[in-house]
């Protein structure tokens, strides 16, 4: 069963009946144990932009969807403000979110977080491996060698 956790619209007033960025933000209760999937992400982005039209919101997908969770979309400019965007997951503890955000807030704000994390993040934190099978993508190519040639 899917339920809508305290959907606003970019002007801070609740929404009956959600639209496309509505329907993106909705999880179901089985959701809440399971991260979700970095696509998700970019939808939302895509629906941010087409609904909401903020330059500012667009890249900050994830804030977003925990902000419209814990019915605090009004507090996405102050997280603007203070420079904070996805890339700032994830957040450290209290002191490290806006002080809009009250206790209990901020509190769910960190709990949501751990459901957001982009599959990057385990590659900087070490807790996944990458295989490559070829390597060689990771750097330029067609760029001239040194010592080769009649000027080496």
């Known amino acids: 069963m899917n339920v809508v956790r305290g959907l606003t619209n970019h002007f801070g007033d609740e929404v009956g009946r959600p639209g496309r960025l509505g329907n993106l933000c909705m999880v179901s209760e089985n959701a809440i144990t399971r991260p979700i999937p970095d696509s ?15 330059q500012e919101w667009v890249n900050r997908p994830r804030t977003y969807f925990i902000l419209s969770q814990i019915k605090r979309l009004d507090a996405m400019n102050t997280f603007i403000a203070q420079g904070l965007n996805d890339t700032s997951f994830p957040y ?8 809009t955000l009250t206790y209990f807030e901020a509190s769910d704000f960190l709990r949501w977080q751990e459901l957001v994390y982009s599959d990057i993040l385990h590659l900087e934190h070490g807790t996944t491996h990458c295989y490559l099978t070829d390597g060689d993508i990771l750097f330029e ?9 009649s000027q080496g």
Do not use: H, N
């Open 40 to 54: 998700r992400f970019d939808d939302i982005s895509k629906a941010i932009e087409a609904e909401i039209q903020k």
């Open 141 to 149: 190519r067609g760029r001239v060698q040194l010592g080769v040639g």
């Open 92 to 99: 450290r503890g209290r002191s490290a979110l806006p002080d």
